[in-house]
C-alpha cells in the first residue's frame, strides 16, 4: 500500500453515460497527476496540480474530461459522455515536489466503457 | 517532446539469471526514473538518477547522460521479479514524467 488511493478500483458503464473518478493522495504531498494507461503502453500523463491549482492539462484531455482538486487535497476526475476509446486504466499519483520528487502512484480505476 | 525508447519489450529467463533491461531517450534530461508495475496496476518506484549508478539490494541502476541511456540490471534474478518496468524521463525540473512502454519481465523457476 503506498498510501494513495483511489475508488472505485473498476467501473463499467455504458457509452454516453458521465463518471468520476476519486484520488486520495498522501496527506503532505502538494502535487498530484493523473495518468491514463491502456494495455501494452505506458502511463500517459493527462494532468497535474500543485495545491489546489491545475498547472498542466495534456493535449490527449479533450473537452470531455475534467479535473479538480477543491481544497489541495483529494482529486476528482470527470469523464462527460464516455466513448468505448476511453476505455483504460486511471492511474493517481502523488508527490511532494522538491528536486527529487518520488511519485507514489495508487492502485488505479480500471474503467470498461460499453 | 522526449521519446522514450525501451528494449526489449518482453524478457524471459530462468531464475538466477542477470537481468538487463535498457532505456533510451531523445532529448536531455534533469532525471530519469524506474518503476515497477505488477498485475492489477500497482506502479511502485525503483529509482530516480540523475547521474552515475544507484544499488538496491539485487537492483542496479545506470544511466549514461552523455548517450541518454539508462539501463536497469536485475542480479541473480526470482520469480517475485516478475513484472512490468517502466523507465520515466523528466525534461526539465517542473515538466510531468513521460513514460516508456514498459518491459515484461518473466522469471520461470
Known amino acids: 500500500d503506498t498510501g494513495v488511493s483511489q475508488d472505485p478500483r473498476h467501473k463499467i458503464t455504458k457509452r454516453g453515460q458521465n463518471v468520476t473518478f476519486r484520488c486520495d493522495p498522501i496527506?503532505?504531498?502538494?502535487?498530484l497527476y493523473w495518468y491514463r494507461q491502456t494495455l501494452g503502453q505506458g502511463p500517459e500523463f493527462l494532468t497535474y496540480f500543485q495545491n489546489e491549482a491545475q498547472l498542466e492539462k495534456s493535449r490527449l484531455l479533450s473537452d470531455r474530461f475534467s479535473a479538480e482538486r477543491p481544497k489541495g487535497s483529494f482529486s476528482t476526475l470527470e469523464i462527460q459522455r464516455t466513448e468505448q476509446g476511453d476505455s483504460a486504466m486511471y492511474l493517481c499519483?502523488?508527490?511532494?515536489?522538491?528536486?527529487?520528487?518520488?511519485?507514489?502512484f495508487g492502485s488505479g480505476t480500471q474503467l470498461s466503457v460499453l | 517532446k522526449n521519446e522514450v525508447e525501451q528494449s526489449p519489450q518482453n524478457l524471459t529467463a530462468q531464475e538466477g539469471e542477470f537481468i538487463t533491461i535498457n532505456c533510451s531517450y531523445s532529448?536531455?534530461?534533469?532525471?530519469l526514473h524506474w518503476l515497477q508495475q505488477h498485475p492489477g496496476g500497482g506502479i511502485v518506484s525503483l529509482f530516480m538518477?540523475?547521474?552515475g549508478k544507484k544499488k538496491h539490494g539485487r537492483l542496479i541502476a545506470t544511466i549514461n547522460i552523455q548517450e541518454k541511456h539508462s539501463s536497469l540490471h536485475i542480479t541473480a534474478s526470482h520469480p517475485r521479479d516478475s513484472a512490468v518496468y517502466i523507465c520515466a524521463v523528466r525534461n526539465s525540473g517542473n515538466t510531468p514524467l513521460v513514460f516508456g512502454k514498459g518491459t515484461r519481465l518473466s522469471v520461470i523457476a
Open positions: 499519483a502523488s508527490s511532494l515536489w522538491t528536486k527529487k520528487e518520488k511519485l507514489f
Open positions: 532529448v536531455g534530461i534533469s532525471a
Open positions: 496527506s503532505e504531498h502538494n502535487r
Open positions: 538518477l540523475s547521474s
